[in-house]
């Protein structure tokens, strides 16, 4: 299976900083990555697909990019809301694998 | 507005079967890939296995082929059912629907989660 590294695996930061998180694959995944975010005791929710697509309703200090084997997803100014677990998923091949998260708090 | 809503039993005794579904309201159900992970408590996301509209499965080598997916496309419905259950299996299970095309393959609407706990 395809292994998935995420890094941070936690961070503090304030409102208005901007946050970069990566995600690093075990091989070439082409574009095939999607990143969710989950807060506590909620289901995840789609961010971005096709690693750069930005999902529906989903604001636009939210950005993703990457492809092949090397991944960020970018918060421009974090907000509130943001303070949340970020989880990679690659969807090259099966099975679907996660990277370990990255936890936001706040600083 | 698409909902999922899963249910099954939240409790199970070593070696027993695990068993939920998921009912899908609003929207289609055909050309979508029905879906379910779970997490561990306090711990990171897992695939479990996806089953499409024709009943196509793909589920995760790690479960050991103790993974059934099945569907009911007349009730708008899937499950899994997860066999020989050990206090490993303890975790919150998600179903979702997942938008799978040739070089997509993304998960836009989730149930609310289930937190399945095994223990004698």
């Known amino acids: 299976a395809i292994q998935m590294t995420q890094s941070p695996s936690s961070l503090s930061a304030s409102v208005g900083d901007r946050v970069t998180i990566t995600c690093r694959a075990s091989q070439g995944i082409r574009d095939d990555l999607g990143w969710y975010q989950q807060k506590p005791g909620r289901a995840p929710k789609l961010l971005v697909y096709?690693?750069?697509t930005l999902h529906s309703g989903v604001p636009s200090r939210f950005s993703g990019s990457g492809s092949g084997t090397y991944f960020t997803l970018t918060i421009s100014s974090l907000q509130p809301e943001d303070f949340a677990t970020y989880y990679c998923?690659?969807?090259?091949?099966?099975?679907?694998?996660f990277g370990g998260g990255t936890k936001v708090e706040i600083k | 507005q698409v909902q999922l809503q899963q249910w099954g039993a939240g409790l199970l005794k070593p070696s027993e079967t695990l068993s939920l579904t998921c009912a899908v309201h609003?929207?289609?159900?055909?050309?979508?890939?029905w879906t379910w992970f779970r997490q561990p408590p306090g711990k990171g996301l897992e695939w479990i296995g996806e089953?499409?509209?024709?009943?196509?499965?793909n589920d995760n080598p790690s479960l050991k082929s103790r993974v059934t997916i099945s569907i009911d496309t007349s009730n708008n419905q899937f499950s899994l059912k997860l066999g020989s259950v050990t206090a490993a299996d303890t975790a919150v299970y998600y179903c979702?629907?997942?938008?799978?095309?040739?070089?997509?393959?993304?998960?836009?609407?989730w149930g609310q989660g289930i937190l399945v706990t095994v223990s004698s």
């Open positions: 096709a690693a750069s």
């Open positions: 979702a629907r997942g938008v799978c095309g040739w070089g997509t393959h993304y998960f836009d609407y």
């Open positions: 089953i499409n509209h024709s009943g196509k499965i």
């Open positions: 998923l690659q969807d090259y091949t099966y099975p679907l694998t």
């Open positions: 609003g929207g289609s159900f055909s050309n979508y890939c």
